[in-house]
């Protein structure tokens, strides 16, 4: 494959496509390898990222931290103060590489759960379920099993019915896994905790050791770019204008027609050097640009609250009071743990040190081997009922909470759907609620890590928020960042859960055989037992895995909904939403999966008119 070509601002400026895509991310890019399939159709692809292809930042698994706050890579949005956490402002890291998220997550690859993605089908979204989603997903995957020497180390398992073998995104295992994230999924067993066969089969309840999006022969980051983009660079019908920063949605004129009706979109305002221009489209706009400025293009395009738009100073063009609500995040907070000296077992710790990361990065350039192999393994999701003693009283508690607030009317209807299939999900003790990943190094804030010694991290993840949150358009200019308040723990039942999250770590921290490789709990320490202190810990140490949904919801359009079962926007004919905005209700999974196959059976839905 020669060098990939992208598009100058001549070739774009003033043309005119049959698809114009904005953003070049994770679903962007599945999109555009989709429709530019067919010759005769004409895809631009505007990202306001540059390239970075075969950036070692990117490419190289265990080098991703280098990304974060980095803005050659990196948006770095920042939240508002959130009034439950002592006013703390948190970075909400999101890709700004062609690729988008893709090129900078941790990789894992697993799928939600079979009922998650029912759950949407019953909001309002016929089509939306298990067996159509698990089809789409599957066709862009290509799923190399883990060698012998892999499984017998690391006790991969996998269904190969659950995998698609034939797709352009590889699917792998890393060839090393910290040692001690095997000790802490048979202390997790023991704690009630099944192990997974394969967490992508719509099952996710229990522990496993994750595939990657990895290449199995490089061993380097396989993403959006490298799957969707590379090998189809040479298509004559696909556009990629890099640096393009899609400003807003142009809609033909219905004033100089006089008719009312749906919009149709006939261009996008874009900024490239500082300078807008406007590229047109014959037949569909795309917006791809995930769920942080997803919402800002359509509010700039006169879509959205009517309040909101007021305050921005843009015209209205269609009421749609759901767009940039609805927000869902997944957070989490940090327990780190030192493990026993006497094993000198490597964990990114071992990097600090810059001679041995240059000796290590030089082994994974020359051997594929080494600590920059690997990446996040160990995920465990399991539900409240398995963690906690208190969790039927805690559910029921909850359940009385929404009940009344829904008499009083302090919930609108469509919420109040979204919250009891949530209750509906908490009080199924086959639900999983939270879950336990392993960061292989020191990876908290309150103490400072001592060099030469190894740690472990487990990051608890509230996976099913009851909090809901706002992303909007702070301005009419689509440079300025977009304000974000996620209203962290307004609903108390997200730290409630995370509360159970840490005493259960306390826990399995005696649990053998994972006792016995600990030396010590680090953060926040052995000596934080009082409830208020606990939940102080939380709120200080509490972090975003960056896995926002909800602002361009896909529900009915009188419950809030942006968009509709073809992902069309409600008021529009050809302006479609597809990443992770659409998602309606939160998944208990890492969702890269799910956009690769949102993306998918957007395609199919598009092609099929
Ligand atoms: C740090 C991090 C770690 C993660 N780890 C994992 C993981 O291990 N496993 C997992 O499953 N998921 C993970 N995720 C989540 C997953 O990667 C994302 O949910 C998914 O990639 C989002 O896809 P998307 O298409 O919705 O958005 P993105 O992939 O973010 O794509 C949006 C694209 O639009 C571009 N863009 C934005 N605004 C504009 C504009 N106005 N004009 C033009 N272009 C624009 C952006 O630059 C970007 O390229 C992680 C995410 C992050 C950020």
Known sequence: MSTPRFAELDDVRDHTFDYIICGGGTAGLTLAARLSEDPTVSVLVLEAGKANLNDPAIMV?????????????????MTTP?????????????GKSLGGSSAMNFMSYMRPSEKDINAWEE??????????????????????????????????????????????????????????????????NNAGV??????????????????????????????????????????????????????????????????????????????????????????EVLVCAGAIKSPQILELSGIGSLDVLHSIGVEPEISLPGVGENAQEHSLFGTSFELDPNLNWDTYDKLMDPTRAAAEM???????QGLFTMGLATLSCIPLQTVSAEAMSLISDQRSNIESQLKDGKINEGLGEQYR?????????????????????????????????AYMTILSVLNRPFSRGSIHAASASCLDPPVIDPHYFDDDFDMK?????????????????????????VDPGPAVQAEDEMREYIKQSLTTIYHTCGTCSMLPREKHGVVDPKLKVYGTTNVRVVDLSIVPLHVTAHPQALVYGIAEKAAALIKQG
């Open 61 to 77: 698994p265990g080098a991703y931290l280098q990304q974060f706050g980095n803005p050659e890579y990196d948006w770095a949005f």
């Open 82 to 94: 959130q009034e439950r956490c002592d006013g703390k402002q948190l970075m909400w890291s999101r």
């Open 123 to 188: 909001l309002g979204n016929p089509g939306w379920n298990w067996s159509n989603f698990l089809e789409h997903s599957k066709f862009g995957e290509r799923f190399t099993p883990p060698n012998s020497e892999q499984t017998s180390l690391y006790h991969h398992t996998f269904n190969p019915e659950y995998h698609g073998t034939k797709g352009e995104l590889n699917v792998g295992f890393p060839n090393s896994i910290m040692l001690g994230e095997v000790k802490l999924q048979e202390a997790l």
């Open 194 to 283: 099944k192990t997974l066969q394969d967490g992508c089969g719509g099952d996710v309840n229990g522990a496993w050791m994750a595939a990657l999006t990895i290449d199995p022969k490089t061993r380097a980051r396989a993403y959006a770019a490298t799957a969707f983009y590379v090998p189809n660079a040479d298509r004559a019908n696909l556009h990629v204008l890099l640096e393009a920063h899609a400003a807003k949605i142009v809609f033909e004129n219905l004033a100089i027609l006089d008719v009312a009706g749906p919009r149709r979109a006939v261009g996008v305002e874009f900024f490239h050097n500082g300078q807008s221009y406007v590229a047109s489209c014959r037949r």
């Open 362 to 368: 030089a082994l994974f350039t020359e051997k594929q």
């Open 421 to 453: 299939l949530q209750l509906r999900s908490l009080e199924d003790p086959s639900q999983v609620d939270l879950e336990f990943t392993v960061f292989p190094a020191f990876f908290t804030f309150r103490s400072t890590p001592e060099p030469e010694k």
């Open 497 to 521: 859960l995370m509360l159970e999250a840490l005493k259960f770590l306390r826990v399995l921290r005696n649990t053998e055989p994972w006792k016995s490789i600990i030396a010590k709990e």
